[in-house]
């Protein structure tokens, strides 16, 4: 009898697409917010229509189940203990209608010619998920038409397989795009070769470009403070879904802000910092009384290579030739 009690959480299922794919889309609407509650008032005739049953005791509850378990034509008798056979494609109708909404999102988004790759995502989630909502309400529709063939429908039917197979799609649909979900795209930590900083008037030039561009100054504060001013690049192992734990702020927002803003990955991003760091200690002279390794280890890199390959990324060239520039050698 789970939708019995599970009923008024069927309905939540499109107004939580919806406001996450929106959000996802434009980060204004990342944030949750009083009035999105509005979305979930269609869940309320769910709720009065499970009370009479939830309201029985277990045996009572029980003695149901096994009446439907009997005699399958009980479960649309109109009993008082059954939840209303409207809702049976009430709640997929819903979903149809959010995902219809999703679609039409996407495509105002998409007018503005930005985000492509989350765009053609969010064409494939919405259409999934309206044909797993379509696929659905057909399904109830026939079995209310004709409880007796219910069984069949439910265990044999190809639309059950069809839905099976569109919802393994859905899930494999964020692979496609996991930085909606972990805050990091794979392309541009695996992929991409990101183009170092090689000199000062370089970085001038790529904040100029910047200020051109729309940004959450508040979260460039916020980022900026927490990384440089607490250095909490220093941080061993720090990634981006840590640093977002840590300043309380969604993934995708920080990947929107290291992508768009700083035109550099998370990781390219942290090891400038470091190899800063270590440039501002070796120019004071650090190197007299530390060994280079033991300075990027305090900066957070975890190895020697590591340090070593980022180093010359930076500086366009190797720690040993920079440490033999400033001795004299």
């Not at 969010?122 to 999934?128: I, K, N, P, V």
């Not at 020697?304 to 920079?322: E, I």
Request: aromatic letters at 14%; one cysteine or more; a positive charge.
């Amino acid at each position: 009898m789970l939708f019995n009690k599970g009923l008024p959480l069927y309905y939540f299922v499109g107004p939580c697409f919806f406001l996450y794919l929106r959000g996802a889309l434009n980060q204004k609407f990342a944030h949750f917010k009083k009035k999105h509650l509005l979305h979930f008032l269609i869940a309320i005739p769910a709720f009065i229509s499970i009370t009479p049953y939830n309201l029985l005791d277990i045996g009572q509850q029980q003695a149901v189940v096994n009446r439907v378990a009997l005699d399958l034509h009980y479960t649309f008798s109109g009993e008082k203990y059954i939840v209303e056979p409207w809702h049976w494609f009430t709640f997929p109708l819903s979903g149809l209608i959010y995902s219809v909404l999703q679609l039409r999102l996407t495509y105002v988004v998409s007018k503005q010619k930005r985000k492509i790759s989350i765009i053609r995502w969010s064409y494939l989630f919405s259409g999934l998920l309206a044909l797993i909502f379509t696929g659905m309400l057909l399904l109830n529709l026939a079995i209310l038409q004709n409880a007796n063939s219910a069984y069949f429908m439910l265990h044999k039917s190809p639309l059950i397989l069809a839905l099976s197979i569109t919802l393994l799609l859905l899930s494999l649909t964020f692979f496609l795009n996991p930085e909606l979900i972990f805050g990091f795209s794979i392309k541009s930590v695996e992929l991409s070769e990101p183009t170092p900083a090689k000199s000062v008037q370089h970085e001038i030039n790529l904040t100029e470009k910047r200020k051109n561009k729309p940004v959450d100054e508040k979260l460039i504060e916020q980022v900026e403070a927490h990384l440089i001013g607490n250095q909490a690049f220093k941080q061993m192992g720090l990634t981006m879904s840590g640093l977002a734990s840590q300043m309380q702020v969604p993934n995708h927002k920080l990947s929107e802000l290291f992508n768009n803003y700083y035109e550099s990955n998370f990781n390219t991003y942290i090891n400038n910092l470091r190899i800063q760091y270590i440039k501002q200690r070796l120019d004071e002279g650090d190197w007299k009384q530390f060994k280079l390794e033991a300075i990027a280890l305090e900066a957070g890199f975890s190895s020697r290579n590591t340090f070593f390959v980022a180093f010359k990324k930076v500086m366009d060239k190797s720690p040993s030739a920079y440490l033999s520039e400033l001795k004299g050698i």
